[in-house]
């Protein structure tokens, strides 16, 4: 989903008689005071850590308020969403059933799953288990496709194919959501079931993750959950949960930090949680071996934390170094919510931060923080060095002036002209409307005014997309027949093509047009009804379907450039039709 994920520095091997002593209580005072603070100053109304070392629960404990308009606290048992923690979930609900035998990373998806279709055929063939989970199908994130929308994970996995990549199969990394849904949605059909059922069975059960669920509908149930918040300039309000069911192999599973510490301890013991053994402890190593080089704008933010050392991706989990030590990590972000889960595999030491408040730093800032105390090293002032630093990206922005528009233009259109519905057969619908004297577009849950931009461009902006810029573009016919717009950065514009106005026709309005047509005073053809639809036939060709496609213009279905439309006499009934063609426009009179 979409995400600001600061990659962790992670700490390595115990070696010493004092990194393997336990903090003293005074360490967990500073780091409480530290917490605080930072908290305070990123504005975050709530924050949840907890610190395992080796097999145990060091520090587990809660921060501000869960629900600022009811004033009520974090606790340890605090539910808040993971975001993106959650592919780590997903990678190893993989890696069972690979200790299981039913499936092996290196094959093919297509031998799992027989309807599997990506753009291009050989990655449709080629493309691995293994694939899914490390980022390099090729694909850029397309979240527009999924973020907000009703599909079904079904539905998803099947839209796969509409979506173009940008980069060449296993060239780089490219962080892909849909991939992870894709893992899940195997993990489904493999075991005849579901991903959340795979997941309670054999990771929330036996790590005694009795609260954890995987819906905004399961975790507003719970007495003791977070609310989601926004920050705009120094104002944080309340946004809404959104369901990102669908998706959820990808990010959708709520947990409390008391019970994420228990996910870390497996990770830090061979996969094993007490005497139960959760995945083997050579699936396990694969998940946190490099598979991939992360580069790209990601890498620039997470060089961060790691002092621009070598950063890579394996399963489900980045992997780059604290102070030298190797570290493992991923964080997440997801409509309110702001999560990390961190550790440094051969000290023995994790944390994991959750917040309640939409693309926050802190929880990279405070597990920083923390690997350092427990560490027993001097903490570096992570938190001073990353508000400097977001405070001058944001005067930045600020300051920007648009140097691209055109001033003075007008559309070339009148407003009506540019509503209707536009689709894609990936991304969905754009619905535009009027809205007063400019334009109001709707997509998936997305609602965004559009003002006039420049010549056919409209913009506009939205609490969590930001700037909306949409083209409109006409036709040979003078129609404004398509729109684009920007919804994944890395490719051109998506088009989105006019779909034909929706209506219904009783049998006594069809009748209206059906009947015989002389076009030019020399050919006939003829107009019937059949199944509720026009029909039309010219002598010694095949019978053409009519789709209706808005006043009184229908399109021949399968005939690009084709339709046909009606004309009516003062009467108000259907005196004639025009013949639209590529080669020429050709009159008819009715006269049977």
């Not at 849904?181 to 195997?186: D, K, S």
């Amino acid at each position: 989903m979409r995400q600001r994920i600061f990659l962790s520095i992670l700490a390595l091997l115990l070696v010493g008689p004092y990194l393997a002593a336990q903090p003293s209580s005074q360490v967990f005072q500073e780091i409480d005071k530290f917490i605080e603070q930072a908290r305070q100053d990123w504005h975050v109304p709530g924050v949840a850590v907890g610190i395992v070392k080796g097999d145990k629960v060091a520090y587990s404990k809660g921060f501000g308020q869960r629900d600022v308009e009811a004033g009520k606290p974090v606790t340890e048992n605090t539910l808040f969403a993971i975001g993106s923690s959650t592919k780590a979930m997903a990678a190893l609900s993989v890696l069972q059933l690979a200790d299981d035998g039913l499936v092996e990373l290196d094959k093919p998806v297509l031998d799992y799953l027989p309807d599997f279709r990506m753009h291009d055929d050989y990655v449709t063939q080629h493309l691995a288990v293994r694939d899914l989970l490390c980022h390099r199908s090729g694909l850029p994130r397309h979240d527009a496709v999924w973020y907000g929308s009703s599909d079904s994970r079904e539905e998803l996995f099947h839209k796969l194919k509409y979506l173009e990549p940008n980069r060449g199969f296993r060239e780089v990394f490219q962080y892909q959501n849909l991939m992870y849904m894709t893992a899940g949605y195997l993990v489904g059909q493999v075991t005849r079931s579901s991903w959340e059922e795979q997941v309670q069975e054999r990771i929330f059960t036996p790590l005694e993750m009795k609260r954890a669920n995987f819906s905004v509908e399961a975790i507003q149930k719970d007495p003791d959950h977070a609310k989601p918040y926004i920050k705009e300039k120094e104002e944080v309000r309340r946004l809404d949960f959104r369901n990102i069911d669908a998706i959820g192999p990808a990010g959708s599973v709520n947990a409390s930090v008391r019970e994420m510490c228990n996910w870390l301890i497996v990770q830090l013991n061979g996969g094993k949680y007490g005497d139960t053994e959760v995945v083997s402890a050579s699936r396990l190593a694969d998940s946190h071996q490099s598979v991939i080089p992360v580069t790209g704008p990601m890498s620039g933010f997470l060089a961060f934390d790691n002092n621009g050392g070598p950063i890579t991706y394996g399963l489900g989990w980045f992997i780059s170094t604290h102070k030298g030590r190797p570290a493992i990590q991923h964080g997440g972000n997801i409509d309110g919510f702001s999560a990390m889960v961190g550790f440094l595999p051969k000290d023995s030491i994790g944390v994991v931060v959750l917040t309640n408040l939409n693309g926050n730093m802190l929880p990279g800032i405070i597990r920083n923080y923390v690997f350092d105390k427990m560490l027993g090293e001097e903490a570096r002032d992570w938190n001073s060095e990353m508000l400097a630093m977001i405070s001058k990206m944001e005067e930045q922005q600020e300051e920007q002036e648009d140097v691209k528009r055109v001033k003075g233009t007008q559309p070339s259109h009148n407003l009506e002209a540019y509503t209707g519905k536009f689709t894609h057969p990936a991304y969905g619908a754009i619905t535009i409307t009027p809205e007063g004297d400019s334009l109001h577009l709707s997509y998936h849950m997305v609602e965004v005014s559009l003002g006039h931009y420049h010549y056919d461009v409209f913009a506009g902006k939205n609490d969590l997309t930001g700037e909306v810029k949409v083209a409109f573009h006409t036709n040979m016919d003078g129609e404004v027949s398509r729109l684009s717009t920007m919804l994944e950065p890395t490719l051109d514009a998506i088009n989105f093509e006019r779909k034909a106005e929706e209506k219904a026709f009783t049998e006594e309005e069809l009748s209206a047009f059906t009947g015989e047509y002389l076009i030019m005073g020399v050919q006939k053809l003829a107009v019937s009804e059949k199944d509720g639809e026009l029909q039309i036939t010219v002598p010694g060709q095949p019978t053409y379907t009519l789709e209706y496609y808005k006043g009184l213009e229908f399109k021949l279905k399968g005939l690009n450039g084709y339709s046909a439309l009606f004309r009516k006499g003062d009467s108000g009934k259907v005196t004639g039709l025009v013949m639209i063609q590529p080669n020429g426009q050709f009159k008819g009179e009715k006269v049977k």
